[in-house]
């Protein structure tokens, strides 16, 4: 398969143009793509906006998708080109929709589908509405800890002082809290959230030194 142009990279993945239909994710990790693969596929069969996963990948550390435009998320916040509170509001809603779906492989039927990285970069903004991508830290299991993951994420930019993003992260953070309401989970699920963001070895130092208070405004 041959690439053409670059098109992002993330902390653990590079996103390659194929045509004017299809991009390849590739891993710079040994990772199996494979089980992200059919996550995406579940959930999109379920109705969520999720990229369609095309086959002809020729590692395992790739992944064929649906190309699609518009900006991230983020990158829309940073150019004002949606307000803070509205983009916490639109986490809101991704986060239910996907926890109204079933378990695809779990016996006990409390158990959802977990993004587990839902936050403003990894959603974009298309013209047929906001796309949730990047699914390799996708497990199943409480619904809450999933909400309270997506919270801890941007309440890091929020009390990182030295971040151009940390008054709107707040609004969005206020948004996303009152859009979640008692569907987070404040407590273990606020705990594990911290304990695998903790064990994330693509965080840096500094950001792993700003969980504690990153907790501590998600409870206030």
């Known amino acids: 398969m041959r690439l053409g142009e ?29 089980r992200e693969i059919a996550v995406m596929e579940y959930v999109g069969a379920h109705g ?4 369609e996963v ?3 990948a020729e590692r395992p550390t790739d992944l064929v998708m649906r190309r699609l435009t518009g900006p991230t998320m983020l990158r829309a916040l ?3 080109e949606i307000a803070p509170e509205e983009a916490g509001e639109i986490l809101a809603r991704l986060l239910l929709r996907l926890h ?3 378990a695809r492989t779990s016996g006990d039927p409390h158990d959802r589908v977990l993004h587990l990285d839902l936050h403003p970069d990894n959603v974009l903004l298309t013209p047929d509405g906001p796309m949730v991508i990047d699914w390799c830290n996708s497990r199943e299991g409480p619904p809450g800890q999933d909400c309270a993951m997506s919270a801890l994420i941007v309440a890091q930019v929020a009390v990182d002082e030295e971040s151009d993003l940390a008054a709107p992260a707040r609004l969005v953070l206020g948004a996303l809290l009152a859009g ?7 407590g273990d699920g606020l705990e594990q959230a911290r304990r695998r963001r903790g064990a994330d070895q693509t965080m840096t130092v500094r950001e792993l030194g700003l969980l504690d208070s990153a907790v501590a405004l998600v409870r206030a």
């Open 100 to 102: 109204e779906i079933p």
């Open 6 to 34: 670059l098109l992002g990279s993330g902390r653990s993945a590079d996103v390659y143009a194929i045509d004017d239909d299809r991009v390849l994710r590739r891993y710079r990790l040994p990772v199996d793509a494979g």
């Open 180 to 186: 979640l309401g008692a569907a987070i989970d404040c």
């Open 54 to 56: 095309y086959p002809g």
């Open 48 to 51: 969520y906006p999720v990229p």
């Open 78 to 80: 940073m150019a004002g």
